[in-house]
């Protein structure tokens, strides 16, 4: 069964430092990639996707994630975080042309001004 | 703005009461998912709905049953409520086409009591 997991539940960062969170899952074909952001007291949103190509790929508000096949890894960064990143990241993986989104746990992140 | 709407807002129901939720999809998409997310975790897909037809489903008991109208927007129910029941529900829709991209709503929170 296809699984999501997300390498830590909280990260304390002060501001301008620079951001990775891990994200790994668990399925042998072919899928499709996201993570999403929550802020305070909004909807889930989507940051970024990976559907196919240039296993670098770039979201909103200066994130990017680096696809590693042989890894089955797809960790996002951000060179330097501001407070108002602080947020619910979850990591999600889709099989290419399914039905049916795996979410991770999610990482909350709190960003110190 | 994702244009995606839930209601109620937030409810709080007894063990064995049935509920009722209710989601509108943003103009222009024909499917439906919905997904729980109980206190500390990622969403975890309920099912979904694409043109009035259940199109798949995860790993939830019968008692969790849809609808999708001719509007496409969808209905959860949910049969002899469970205090594990207790979670908020997302709604998320998107165009079948463009199937990977899904905007979710701003959830109903369910207390089961």
């Known amino acids: 069964a296809q699984s999501v997991s997300q390498h830590n539940h909280h990260v304390i960062l002060s501001e301008a430092a620079s951001l990775e969170l891990g994200c790994n899952y668990s399925y042998g074909g072919t899928v499709n990639l996201f993570w999403y952001v929550q802020y305070p007291g909004q909807h889930l949103q989507l940051l970024l996707k990976?559907?196919?190509?240039?296993?670098l790929v770039k979201g909103i508000k200066g994130f990017e994630a680096e696809f590693i096949k042989s890894k089955f890894s797809f960790n996002l960064r951000k060179p330097s975080v501001q407070w108002s990143d602080t947020a619910e990241y979850f990591c999600?993986?889709?099989?290419?042309?399914?039905?049916?989104?795996?979410f991770g746990a999610g990482t909350r992140l709190f960003v110190k001004a | 703005e994702t244009g995606v709407t839930q209601s109620p807002t937030h409810l709080i129901k007894t063990r064995g009461q049935q509920v009722t939720l209710r989601c509108s999809s943003q103009?222009?998409?024909?499917?439906v998912s919905w997904y729980q997310q109980a206190l500390g975790q990622g969403p975890q897909f309920i099912f979904q709905?694409?043109?009035?037809?259940?199109?798949g489903r995860g790993n939830f008991p019968p008692r969790f049953s849809g609808l999708q109208f001719p509007n496409y927007s969808s209905e959860l129910n949910v049969n002899a409520l469970e205090l594990d029941d207790s979670a908020l529900y997302l709604c998320?829709?998107?165009?079948?086409?463009?199937?990977?991209?899904?905007?979710f709503g701003p959830g109903t929170r369910l207390l089961v009591l």
């Open positions: 709905y694409y043109r009035e037809e259940e199109n």
């Open positions: 990976y559907f196919s190509g240039d296993p």
């Open positions: 103009s222009g998409h024909n499917t």
């Open positions: 998320a829709s998107s165009f079948q086409a463009e199937q990977e991209t899904q905007y």
């Open positions: 999600a993986v889709r099989q290419t042309g399914g039905f049916k989104t795996i």
